[in-house]
């Protein structure tokens, strides 16, 4: 016997689709714009350009032999659009020829280096700083090694300008600094003149200073200070600060590792609170023992800020939407 629901039930089927059909087709066009406004959106929240710095402790082909500690720093570096290297003892560039190799095998992304000469008062350490950067986010325009006479530095600061299309800032300088501890003050006072020259060499004030300073336990005190002239004048900004602690040894609290940047057009682009320490024994769960294996100290990372929303969608993208916005009005 025929179900006395059968035939209302039959209804209900053929208007219940038509019903969802309508609705989609009439809010189609808003769908597609929140589908690309989300997107977007989400683009801008992931998105972020991330500046480095590590002091790798001696960092040389025989370390690069080592297969672990070479994917250690591999992890630690490809988070980086642009990582400075200091304390890199590789004439040869059989080191980081290594860990470039790598890198480009580790997550698709292209990476370049750019490195100084060596560096120092003794023929057995004569250290290199080397900037590895990737070449989808960010280019080299120049590169400046700084010499002073007399000589100021054990290892004289080296600076290179980038360019980059993902940054607000475009157009940016490094200075890669590992002062000699003794002399740490005298040193980063002397940052004070190099950024006066590399200002002018390039016409671009937007400059950061990276690298092991010392800058504390001892080495500098807070009465220093007064005769540091990138902390006397206003214009610079010391974004990790003295009370961080950048080592590795549970001894210690020292805030070796240190970003300072030029200029409120510079500070306004980079993330609040972004400067931090990347303790990457606790992200990657590895003993002390193996982060120490790298180096005493942890890298320190600071982010640019991206372009503006719209700036970052491709020509179609900003099309589709335009067309979605007008189908919604019609």
């Not at 989300?38 to 790798?56: H, K």
């Not at 700084?146 to 940054?167: C, D, G, H, I, L």
């Not at 602690?245 to 500070?267: M, Q, S, W, Y």
Request: charged share 20%.
């Amino acid at each position: 016997m025929e179900s006395p629901f059968s035939k209302p039930s039959l209804k209900r089927l053929h208007v219940y689709p038509s019903s969802i059909m309508s609705w989609h087709s009439s809010h189609l066009p808003i769908l597609v714009l929140v589908s690309f406004l989300t997107l977007l959106v989400g683009r801008e929240t992931v998105s972020g350009f991330r500046i480095c710095s590590y002091n790798v402790h001696k960092f040389d082909f025989q370390k690069a032999l080592k297969y672990r500690l070479v994917h250690t720093l591999t992890r630690i570096v490809y988070r980086c659009d642009i990582c400075l290297l200091q304390n890199v003892v590789d004439p040869d560039r059989r080191a980081i020829n290594s860990l470039l190799s790598s890198l480009n095998r580790y997550d698709g992304y292209n990476y370049k280096s750019v490195s100084s000469k060596g560096l120092g008062n003794s023929p057995d350490d004569m250290q290199q700083y080397v900037f590895i950067y990737r070449t989808q986010t960010v280019n080299v325009t120049d590169r400046y090694q700084y010499e002073s006479k007399p000589r100021t530095f054990v290892r004289e600061p080296f600076a290179v300008q980038f360019q980059s299309e993902n940054t607000a800032i475009k157009k940016f300088a490094l200075v890669a600094l590992h002062t000699e501890p003794t002399q740490a003050v005298q040193e980063i006072d002397q940052l004070y003149d190099v950024f006066e020259k590399v200002s002018k060499k390039w016409n671009n004030a937007n400059v950061m200073f990276l690298g092991d300073f010392h800058a504390g336990c001892g080495y500098m005190t807070r009465s220093d200070k007064k005769n540091i002239r990138l902390f006397t004048n206003s214009k610079f900004s010391w974004l990790i600060g003295d009370k961080v602690d950048t080592t590795v040894n549970t001894g210690t609290n020292c805030p070796f590792e240190r970003i300072v940047v030029h200029g409120k057009a510079f500070l306004k682009e980079i993330t609040p609170f972004s400067a931090k320490v990347y303790n990457f024994g606790k992200e990657l769960k590895l003993s002390r023992t193996k982060v120490m294996e790298v180096s005493e100290n942890y890298p320190v990372e600071v982010m640019l800020k991206s372009p503006a929303l719209l700036l970052q969608a491709t020509p179609i993208t900003i099309l589709l939407i335009f067309s979605a916005v007008v189908h919604c009005l019609l």
